[in-house]
């Protein structure tokens, strides 16, 4: 089941790295719950359902562009996937590049992402997640 929920992820983080909302809303599931938090995000928020993701990546684009998503490692968390993800991106008014590093922990559901929350770290993640001792 693990192998299976990392392949649906990195299906999935590259369609956000694509930025195709329609593949985002497939991988998506339609209860769908992304919690960012205030230290990664001028905007924090929990974005909820296809209407959320839509939000989202709307409010993100506005302000950014050549946005990219690479996981950079995967931890098996039992009913979960804990990742490790590099963003990088352009800002779109001063074409400034950015890169932020952060983890998140994912749940999947019927084969589709149920809820991502996102930390600061990787040991926040894994601490969260019930992997760090």
Do not use: C, N
Not at 24 to 52: K, M, N, W
Not at 62 to 81: C, Y
Not at 98 to 123: G, N, P, Y
Request: without cysteine; aromatic residues 10%.
């Amino acid at each position: 089941m693990y192998e299976r929920d990392v392949e649906i992820l990195r299906e999935g983080l590259q369609a956000f790295s694509d930025g195709d909302i329609e593949r985002i809303l497939q991988f998506t599931h339609p209860e769908f719950e992304a919690i960012v938090p205030a230290e990664l995000s001028p905007e924090p928020d929990t974005y909820r359902g296809h209407d959320g993701v839509r939000r989202y990546f709307a409010s993100f684009a506005e302000a950014m562009e050549d946005i990219h998503f690479q996981p950079e490692r995967f931890w098996d968390a039992g009913d979960a996937v804990v990742v490790a993800m590099r963003m990088t991106a352009k800002g779109r008014q001063t074409s400034i590049e950015v890169e932020q590093r952060f983890a998140q922990i994912w749940t999947l559901l019927d084969d589709k992402a149920r809820s991502v929350r996102t930390f600061s770290s990787v040991r926040q993640a894994l601490e969260a997640a019930g992997l760090a001792s």
